[in-house]
């Protein structure tokens, strides 16, 4: 939610995030392509109140190697990120110079993208999701390896999944600063 708070009194800040509660199921996302509206998920989930740090004022002491993220400032030649082609043609070949220059990698594959914004009604007209609405994680280490076999041909993905590899998630305000979600 918006504040109406100077950005400098938002260093730390109680707010209520919603977690699943353990149950003898597996929660279940349904995720709607973008645009299409708010997605589905089975499960429960339970909020609870949790302080959280503003990270902007640490922002050069955290590592992807020691807390399995990082904040960088890494311009872009992309001026409308709600332009699907011209992020796949000039931001995904920036992404993946970035990744293999902050991570060693020899290879890098953007797979795709996802738009959130915290406006119910510009989702369809601008091709983007809501926000999540619970913590979660992205990818198991099932569904990394299972990644890994989709998108490489199978000789290349067997030879992949002998070595190191890693599923990044590369996320860029749209605007800045980011004061919701």
């Not at 918006?2 to 995720?31: I, R």
């Not at 589905?40 to 902007?56: A, C, E, P, T």
Request: a negative charge; charged letters at 30%; proline letters at 6%.
């Amino acid at each position: 939610m918006a504040s109406n708070l100077p950005m400098e009194m938002l260093s730390n800040c109680h707010t209520k995030l919603s977690f699943f509660e353990g149950s003898s199921s597996t929660p279940v996302s349904l995720v709607k392509p973008m645009g299409q509206g708010l997605d589905d998920y089975s499960g429960q989930y339970k909020k609870h109140k949790v302080l959280v740090h503003d990270g902007r004022k640490k922002a050069d002491n955290f590592t992807l190697d020691t807390e399995g993220f990082a904040f960088m400032r890494e311009e872009s030649s992309v001026v409308d990120f709600y332009d699907d082609e011209t992020v796949k043609k000039k931001y995904y070949p920036e992404m993946e110079q970035l990744l293999k220059e902050v991570t060693g990698a020899h290879k890098v594959l953007i797979f795709d993208h996802t738009r959130r914004i915290d406006d119910p009604g510009s989702l369809e007209r601008l091709g983007a999701r809501p926000p999540a609405a619970f913590v979660h994680n992205d990818f198991t280490t099932d569904s990394a390896i299972q990644r890994v076999i989709d998108l490489l041909p199978e000789t290349e993905a067997a030879n992949a999944l002998e070595k190191r590899f890693a599923s990044i998630n590369v996320w860029r305000p749209l605007k800045e600063p980011v004061e919701t979600f």
